[in-house]
């Protein structure tokens, strides 16, 4: 069966970097659009930033600059590397998985397969 396994999140304070891990299992990875999602308490879930198979990445206009999405193909891993945090980036994110061209619209429903989370919390 699938498994998205993430790892990396854990408390900070403003200005400070995480990396965030995710291992996926019982896919083709390369064959797979990939992305992280976030979800504050209180507030629907959101796209942060995205890969596609071809490796092609952008990211959501909040996160621009600060975060950097990248894959390995040959370890199945996805990789979240977040600079400059803010309070407003604690949450839990998501690692997830959809076929190829999944990435299109940015939609976080649009993803098939689903991490348990990990969480990222920002505070002085």
């Known amino acids: 069966h699938v498994q998205l396994v993430e790892s990396g999140g854990g408390l900070v304070q403003p200005g400070e970097s995480l990396r965030l891990s995710c291992v996926a299992s019982g896919i083709t990875f390369s064959r797979h659009d990939m992305s992280w999602v976030r979800q504050a308490p209180g507030k629907e879930r959101e796209g942060v930033s995205w890969i596609a198979g071809s490796s092609r990445s952008a990211h959501a206009d909040a996160v621009k600059g600060r975060f950097a999405i990248s894959r390995d193909d040959a370890k199945n891993t996805l990789t979240l590397q977040m600079a400059n945090l803010r309070p407003e980036d604690s949450a839990m994110y998501y690692c997830?998985?959809?076929?190829?061209?999944?990435?299109?619209?940015?939609?976080?429903?649009?993803?098939?397969?689903w991490g348990q989370g990990t969480q990222v919390t920002v505070s002085p």
């Open positions: 997830v998985a959809g076929g190829l061209g999944t990435c299109l619209f940015r939609r976080p429903t649009d993803f098939t397969y």
